[in-house]
């Protein structure tokens, strides 16, 4: 504050031990004194203007206008106690009551005056800014002294309440201006675009913050705890900064508008202004929080006659803080939808690319997937980082999104990227990876995220890890079916299986060319996953084993069609061939299994052959080998205790007996119905449709037997593509089919396979033989080939 002069303290004019009488004559000269000594007062505190004492001496002065104060309630009182009231002395009094009176007013415009600029009197002349609290005190504490209540003694007429709503009208007018000022600098400029505008106004209420603390230390903390100025301070602070911010936020510039800086720019401050006010006014910390007050209508910080209720201050601290919190979840929400939008976007772009093939110094398979997701990923994540003050409810909040959105693109690209064996190979190592970046971006932030909210966000993290780790096995697991493509593909596997020449081959041929290409691949397992994800592919090839088998079966029994016969021209041999197919498969896992000294995988072997030896037994069973259809029965539990759904295990053994014994298939139909009630009681829970989109495609058979419209998967067939090159029994190689895999499948159901040659002549062979059948019972004379 700029001085004038020095000067120094005031002479000490009155005191409470020369303003005492004994009697009425001896007031009565006191009385006298009482003009000239308030002159004095009044001009000593007058030269102290503009100088260091002007606040002490203001506060001298007042402390001695106090005492003349005192005196004459003192007097009054005596003259009310006379039986003859002395009228002289009455007069006299009564003047000097005025003329004391006079001077407090004086005394009282200073007082608020120095309140005015109290703000700045506590940074530039603290020993002022304690003068002057300390002289809105005088008329209190003298009051105490002598005994009277303090409404009748306080000299300058509740200075206090006056002082403090002058001191906050200075501070909101304070605020108010520094917006106005603010708006009012970028239009001078010229510039009106709105983003200018919410910059101007977001420094503005960035530099109100810093100020606050300030007020806090220097002008709340040297008043007297009762006055509680705190709530005042923190709820003018809301109210304008809230007003300053949706003055901007309009009908015509909604948070639509707003840039991501603004946004958290907006985010950011009402959470620092929480911190802050914890920080400051530890006693405030429950009025400030997110959670929002009700009210039926507005707490006004002012009464009606527009003097501050400081017992308001708190009701009305509340209502400001919703206004708040309303423009940072507003704001929250705004940044948190663009956020989500924009990153489900991208990442739909980085799973749809193309991504580099890579071949660590390990020898494991792997693709950039996972630096390009990351490396993305990381950009959000850092600006979320710079913006956001730590230990607040909006960075759990908005990783929370981040996180959501890594979950939901990797559930819905899942497929999309498992395009071939080697991409599978690829993605399991992938997400492996991508579940330790997971955990170290989680940790990285860790440190900045509230306790309370720590939990929550660990739960997430969890969700997403879970779900890569789910996904690296569910890719290891897919590798069966790319490897079961090429089984598909061979006309000399598939088309072969369970014809006449798989019937005759005492070799089990077709059996060996399946472990060939399943050796094949696992050459390359072992080359591109670690030892786990080796074990896990495995267990799904073993698992696609025995259902290729059943799968197999069915399709012929659909299209057999005889009610007497069975669909093999002997069924000893088919049921020989069958044991011994199912012996070579299982001895090559069971070589695999001991090779790498895996208990848990020689279990999955004995658990998933069993199913397939099952189906061998009712087969046995319905060819009637020296057994009774009652034997049955364990068979068909046996089944439901591997496969679970009664409705697949009655498809299977009711599709075996028609291909094997079609005439007994009423009696198989009976034992299945006695075992019903008792099997669908314990039948599985599991909703087929789930498990259709869930399981890897053609590993469950209760969706292929219970989905009308599910089909076997079969990888499409390019023209631009060579032929399977998977090694043949007597060493040649399979010619490509020029037939779609669906037509191959299906004359393979109906005994028709091999090459293209052998194909076309078969049904030229059965083209002919209809024909003529046609001929023969509907004979016409014109009637030409």
């Not at 510039?253 to 991501?260: A, C, P």
């Not at 009630?677 to 449709?689: C, F, V, W, Y």
């Not at 032929?723 to 393979?748: F, H």
């Amino acid at each position: 504050m700029a001085e004038k002069s020095t000067s120094k303290p005031i002479a000490v004019l009155v005191t409470r031990e020369a303003f005492t009488f004994r009697s009425i004559e001896e007031a009565s000269d006191q009385l006298q004194k009482i003009p000239d000594i308030s002159s004095n007062l009044k001009s000593q505190v007058d030269a102290t203007e503009w100088s260091n004492d002007e606040w002490t001496a203001l506060r001298d002065g007042c402390r001695q206008h106090a005492v003349l104060e005192i005196f004459l309630l003192e007097v009054g009182t005596a003259l009310d106690q006379q039986t003859s009231k002395d009228e002289v002395v009455a007069a006299l009094l009564s003047k000097q009551i005025e003329i004391v009176k006079d001077l407090a007013d004086e005394f009282r415009m200073k007082i608020l005056s120095g309140f005015s600029c109290l703000v700045e009197l506590a940074t530039d002349a603290p020993k002022g800014r304690d003068a002057l609290i300390e002289t809105v005190t005088i008329g209190e504490s003298l009051a105490a002294q002598v005994g009277l209540p303090e409404a009748e003694a306080d000299p300058f007429g509740h200075i206090r309440a006056d002082a403090l709503d002058t001191l906050a009208r200075v501070i909101a007018e304070r605020i108010s201006e520094k917006f106005r000022n603010a708006t009012e600098s970028v239009a001078l400029l010229g510039d009106n675009e709105f983003s200018s505008v919410m910059d101007a106004v977001l420094q503005t209420a960035n530099e109100v913050l810093s100020e606050i603390k300030i007020m806090a230390k220097d002008v709340v903390a040297g008043m007297p705890s009762e006055w509680e100025f705190g709530p005042v301070l923190i709820c003018l602070v809301a109210e304008e900064c809230s007003t300053g911010m949706l003055q901007q936020i309009t009908s015509e510039h909604t948070y639509v508008e707003l840039s991501e800086a603004h946004l958290l720019g907006l985010v950011a401050w009402v959470e620092k202004w929480k911190l802050t006010v914890q920080e400051i006014f530890p006693e405030l910390s429950s009025l400030v929080g997110s959670k929002r007050a009700n009210f039926d209508n507005r707490p006004m910080l002012r009464s009606s006659d527009g003097k501050l209720d400081i017992g308001m201050a708190k009701e009305a601290l509340k209502y400001a803080n919703n206004l708040l919190w309303d423009v940072h979840n507003m704001a929250l929400t705004e940044f948190v939808f663009r956020t989500k939008e924009e990153i489900a976007e991208l990442l739909d772009r980085c799973y749809r690319a193309e991504h580099q093939k890579l071949e660590p110094s390990d020898g494991l398979l792997t693709s950039s997937l996972d630096m390009d997701i990351y490396g993305f990923i990381g950009v959000p994540v850092k600006k979320i980082q710079e913006a956001l003050p730590p230990k607040t409810n909006a960075i759990p909040q908005c990783l929370g999104v981040i996180l959501k959105c890594l979950f939901d693109a990797q559930k819905t690209h899942l497929n999309m990227i498992l395009t071939d064996f080697e991409s599978c190979c690829a993605r399991v190592n992938d997400f492996s990876q991508m579940n330790r970046k997971c955990e170290t971006l989680v940790n990285e932030i860790r440190g900045l995220v509230a306790p309370e909210s720590l939990e929550a966000l660990k739960k997430q993290e969890e969700c997403v890890r879970e779900r890569y780790t789910a996904d690296a096995v569910y890719a290891a697991q897919k590798t069966s079916y790319f490897i079961f493509n090429d089984i598909y593909e061979c006309g000399d596997i598939t088309g072969s299986l369970f014809n006449e020449v798989w019937l005759q081959d005492t070799g089990n041929g077709i059996a060996e060319q399946i472990v060939i290409t399943m050796n094949d691949y696992y050459g390359d397992l072992k080359g591109y996953l670690d030892d786990k994800m080796v074990i896990r592919a495995l267990e799904a090839l073993i698992k696609k084993c025995y259902v290729y088998y059943v799968e197999q079966l069915l399709a012929r029994s659909s299209v057999h069609k005889s009610t007497n016969e069975s669909f093999f021209a002997d069924n000893k041999k088919a049921l020989n061939r069958l044991k011994d197919d199912i012996g070579v498969i299982k001895e090559f896992f069971e070589e695999i299994a001991s090779e790498k000294e895996e208990p848990e995988l020689k279990a999955v072997i004995a658990l998933e052959f069993k199913v397939l030896e099952t189906i061998h037994e009712v087969m046995s069973i319905a060819a009637g080998a020296g057994v009774s259809h009652d034997d049955i029965k364990p068979c068909i539990r046996a089944l439901h205790d591997s496969l679970g759904k009664y409705a697949t295990v009655r498809t299977i053994v009711s599709g075996l007996y028609r291909l094997v014994n079609p005439a007994e298939l009423e009696a198989a139909t009976k034992k299945l119905d006695e075992e019903e009630k008792d099997l669908k009681t314990n039948d599985s829970k599991e909703d087929i449709e789930v498990i259709a989109h869930e399981s890897v495609p053609g590993q469950n058979l209760d969706v292929l037997v219970l989905l009308p419209s599910y089909k076997p998967p079969l990888a499409k067939v390019d023209s631009s593509v060579s032929s399977p090159t998977k090694p043949q029994p007597n060493g040649s190689q399979q010619a490509k089919s020029l037939l779609p895999l669906e037509l191959q499948q299906e004359l393979a159901a109906r005994g028709i396979g091999g090459s293209n040659t052998t194909i076309i002549s078969e049904l030229l062979k059965r083209l002919k033989a209809a024909e003529e059948h046609l001929r023969q019972k509907n004979p016409r004379p014109d009637d030409q080939l």
